[in-house]
């Protein structure tokens, strides 16, 4: 009998040494701290009343919500959409329009000079002289020509050139923040020795007006061949390159340009 009351002297001794938790006490002999800690004591040594039972209760529902919550904000990462199309913005009311009323900060006699005109059949073709106009390098310009004096028509014209060809059958363009499209007609295709050589050159008409003035009006321009099947190729306008296009699109308007018929002639301006 001695030996068993030593035994449960040890015992005790030890869970009360080993567990200073427990021995917060209070007159009754039971611990009243109901931190995590003091709670998880308590399961171990059976001694939690209904009362602490409901605070444990409590906090793991607590710890299951958060827990739920931070698994939720982890699902949502994991289900976004990072596809690159994301980053591309969605078409809109588009903000630029050829048949809007405009007011130029620039005078006719300073654009002048920036032109080098051509005689064609029945008129003159002004060409930007900062324009690209070589088939050997991709880019954008855009050119018109006058017929009797008058301005006639405006020309958009894209080529592309490059060891690997793109076989584009429309235009995206993606000005400040809005999104305009264009499919051209009689897109040529040849070939220089190892490189490809896609281009057109169509007059800009009720399908495209809205986009040219878009090209010519915008701050920041990504143009996008949109390839027919392969891979799309993506062409970023420098300022240099839009302020051309933006020079030729308002010297053709301020001569009274329009894409729907041959105007009246301008006085003097081309003698």
């Known amino acids: 009998m001695k030996k068993i009351i030593n035994l449960f002297t040890v015992t005790l001794a030890f869970v009360t040494s080993s567990c200073a938790l427990f021995n917060q006490t209070t007159a009754g002999g039971i611990c009243t701290c109901t931190c995590e800690a003091c709670l998880s004591c308590k399961v171990h040594h059976h001694v939690l009343t209904p009362e602490l039972q409901a605070k444990l209760d409590s906090m793991n529902s607590l710890k299951s919500d958060e827990e739920a919550k931070k698994k939720a904000e982890l699902d949502s990462l994991l289900n976004m959409d990072y596809s690159l199309k994301q980053y591309y913005y969605d078409t809109e009311v588009l903000p630029y329009s050829w048949d809007e009323v405009e007011e130029f900060d620039v005078e006719i006699d300073s654009i002048t000079p920036l032109f080098r005109a051509s005689n064609i059949d029945n ?146 301006v081309f003698e």
Do not use: W
């Not at 301020?254 to 301008?266: A, C, E, N």
């Open 123 to 268: 008129g003159v073709k002004f060409v930007n002289k900062n324009a690209n106009t070589s088939i050997k390098k991709t880019g954008v310009h855009l050119y018109f020509t006058t017929k009797d004096g008058a301005p006639d028509q405006m020309h958009l014209v894209v080529h592309f050139y490059a060891d690997d060809g793109v076989n584009f059958y429309k235009l995206r363009l993606y000005a400040d923040n809005f999104t305009f499209e264009y499919t051209p007609t009689n897109i040529v295709r040849s070939r220089d020795g190892v490189f490809y050589v896609e281009n057109f050159d169509n007059v800009v008409d009720d399908k495209s007006k809205d986009f040219v003035a878009a090209l010519a009006k915008c701050d920041v321009a990504n143009l996008i061949l949109v390839s027919d099947g392969g891979v799309s190729h993506r062409l970023v306008l420098k300022p240099d390159q839009l302020k051309q296009l933006r020079t030729t699109y308002q010297f053709y308007r301020m001569l009274g340009g329009d894409f729907q018929s041959t105007q009246q002639p301008v006085e003097q």
